[in-house]
């Protein structure tokens, strides 16, 4: 694809680590790039080790398709001196780290693109073996790794780039294991690099000749020496783990509250008007479908008004939701909550104006519920409802019901015969 581009050289840049950099004009859309060519001192004759490095850079990365890495707009490898091109990025972690310690948010921003990327990496089977700040460039809004010279594929049988005895990577990231064999580094190897680039953006400091834990808020402390650990069977074993552990403990206070507690913040936010917060506790409440008891103790809560919004909103998630809970409904209750399923299945049924699935599935639950635990309240919230109806369609449904289970016919006949209903329903109940 190199062939059909033309650049023009600008200036030398530093850094490149095994090439030379140069920033340069792509003639063709005036756009600023940056190219990298093999370093003058190494060998390029065919076959050599140090074109083997060079082309496997370009190809390695060429081929990993993921926003936080590093792209390669052009190349061409077949010529006496090599090259490939990439964007031009704005900075380097390194530049950054120069003037001092990074917020906390930030760093963990920076290193949470980093995470994503070579997670990604990894399942490609790409091993980077040399990440540090120079190598983190900032391109279009985020973080990306660059510079995968050092890198290897796992499903590679080779030790002719790296060999038993030589190691790779800049120090004060490397891993131990990287000085005996390179070769044989795994995942982890990224891993604690991790760990020493997340130290230098907290405190500074280059995590050399160690890091000193001393240094760190007390909350980082663990994930740190967990990364870092000297034996690779002591630290985190993938990249998603430490992701998530990262997050764990930065996530904001309310995050990590109970349900509960998240679901009434988000319910008096929604009473407020906050339009998001109710969409955000729909949410909440299905993604906690599988836990009875914060489901079974909150959602009777929900008032009139948010079950209107919610049905008039997001009426597929609002029946997910009155279902989740219906569900929770079978069985035995207290008689005082009985009360409460009955008057929040009353409040569901003027919600679910235009959903007449989630209408029956209402009358239903009121109608057993009262009849399973001979509750007085909840035939008369029953009664009441069934005296509103006025869609044949709806009466006719409450027929079937009755028809169906005599036991609920013969406890709620006392409590619907005190209104005036519609003949059908009433024959239903002789």
């Not at 920076?110 to 190598?135: C, F, M, S, W």
């Not at 339009?275 to 929900?302: C, H, Q, R, W």
């Not at 019901?401 to 036991?407: G, K, Q, T, V």
């Amino acid at each position: 694809m190199a062939d059909r581009v033309r650049f023009r050289k600008i200036e030398r840049m530093p850094g490149g680590g095994y090439g030379a950099v140069w920033r340069a004009a792509n003639l063709e859309t005036g756009d600023e790039v940056v190219m990298k060519f093999p370093l003058d001192t190494l060998d390029m004759s065919p076959g050599s080790e140090d074109r083997r490095r060079f082309e496997r850079e370009a190809r390695y990365q060429s081929m990993l398709k993921h926003p936080g890495i590093m792209p390669i707009i052009a190349m061409n490898l077949r010529r006496e001196k090599p090259f490939f091109a990439m964007p031009l990025a704005e900075g380097s972690l390194q530049d950054q780290l120069e003037y001092g310690p990074i917020h906390e948010e930030e760093s963990i921003g920076i290193i949470t693109d980093v995470l994503y990327a070579l997670e990604y990496a990894h399942q490609q089977g790409v091993l980077h073996r040399d990440l540090k700040p120079a190598n983190l460039l900032f391109l279009d809004g985020r973080w990306v790794i660059s510079d995968f010279g050092l890198c290897r594929l796992v499903t590679s049988e080779s030790t002719t780039i790296t060999r038993a005895n030589s190691a790779v990577g800049s120090i004060a990231y490397m891993a131990p294991e990287q000085f005996d064999n390179a070769h044989d580094v795994a995942e982890t190897a990224g891993i604690y690099s991790i760990g020493q680039i997340l130290y230098h953006c907290l405190t500074g400091e280059v995590p050399f000749p160690r890091a000193r834990m001393s240094r760190l808020d007390v909350k980082f402390r663990y994930v740190i020496s967990r990364c870092i650990a000297e034996e690779p069977d002591e630290r985190y074993q993938s990249v998603a783990e430490l992701r998530r552990e990262l997050e764990l403990i930065t996530a904001p206070q309310a995050e990590l509250a109970s349900p509960t507690a998240q679901a009434n913040e988000l319910k008096a936010k929604a009473l407020d008007g906050d339009t998001k917060a109710v969409d955000a506790l729909l949410g909440l409440l299905l993604d906690s479908a599988d836990d009875e008891i914060f489901i079974k103790e909150f959602t009777p809560s929900l008032p009139q008004e948010l079950l209107a919004q919610m049905a008039a909103d997001y009426p597929l998630e609002f029946e997910r939701m009155v279902r989740t809970y219906d569900e929770y409904c079978e069985g035995g209750h207290p008689f005082a909550y009985t009360d409460d399923i009955a008057d929040f299945f009353a409040r569901v049924l003027v919600a679910a104006e235009h959903n007449k699935t989630v209408r029956y599935l209402s009358l239903e639950r009121i109608m057993i519920v009262g009849t399973t635990h001979n509750r007085f309240y909840v035939g008369e919230v029953f009664s009441r409802e069934v005296s509103r109806l006025t869609a044949p369609e709806e009466i006719s449904y409450v027929v079937e019901m009755l028809r169906n289970n005599p036991a609920c016919a013969i406890f709620m006949a006392s409590y619907l015969r005190r209104y005036s209903l519609h003949r059908s329903i009433l024959r239903a109940l002789d």
